[in-house]
């Protein structure tokens, strides 16, 4: 497939990586432009691209940027993208720690994805935001390991999510479909299923196990 990456951090790198590998058409862009990107391309092959180029075609488009340079993105970011792009989201908001006090999740009840998916127009696949950059290198295991991880999908967009999930399992993990977007608080961060290292089973009792309660430590 074509995928772009919007976002050359830890997860947007190690995706990188681990898709260019699998053989897929990997454009990569970061917010620093094409011309920082010079080892990440040497090293997997990728094409390094400005933002705005990223989902030129693409089938899947991985938006993984902190989510206070959500609204810098910019505006048509998905026109040029394939018809029935699949748009995943591996985003978190960690008010205290870098992206202040956003409105319209603190106080408008807003899940994390839906206020991304309000910003860039198009529905979104919320999936890795709770994995370990480092564990998408090193864990990947073949269907049927028992040791497999396993990780929780979110999306009211059905067919994308299931072309998700399909990628997620080529990836080398297990997913458990989490519901739609607006249940996407089940897998934020200090859920208990948030940065769990577990199978199918286990991933599936603790996203039952959340609260829709956002901790203090959480909250602006």
Do not use: C
Request: hydrophobic share 40%; proline share 6%.
């Amino acid at each position: 497939m074509k995928i772009g990456i919007i976002g050359a951090g830890n997860i947007g790198g190690n995706l990188t990586r681990r898709l260019s590998a699998l053989g897929h058409e990997v454009a990569v862009a970061n917010s620093r432009g094409p011309e920082t990107l010079k080892a990440l391309v040497e090293e997997t092959g990728a094409k390094a691209v400005t933002v705005s180029e990223a989902a030129a075609g693409a089938q899947v488009v991985v938006v993984t940027v902190p989510l206070k340079s959500v609204p810098d993105l910019p505006a048509g970011l998905l026109d040029g993208a394939a018809e029935g792009v699949a748009v995943i989201d591996t985003g978190n908001y960690y008010p205290k720690e870098r992206d202040g006090r956003i409105d319209a999740i603190e106080d408008g009840g807003l899940t994390e994805s839906r206020w991304t998916e309000q910003h860039i127009g198009h529905r979104v696949v919320k999936v890795f935001n709770g994995t370990y950059a480092q564990d998408l290198l090193e864990r990947p295991l073949p269907a049927g390991a028992p040791e497999r991880l396993a990780v929780p999908v979110a999306s009211d967009d059905e067919a994308a999510k299931r072309v998700v999930r399909a990628l997620v399992d080529e990836l080398g993990f297990d997913t458990v479909d989490a519901g739609g977007i607006d249940e996407s608080w089940r897998q934020q961060p200090a859920t208990p299923v948030y940065g769990l290292r577990a199978g199918v089973e286990a991933v599936t009792r603790a996203l039952a196990e959340a609260s829709p309660e956002r901790p203090e430590a959480h909250r602006a």
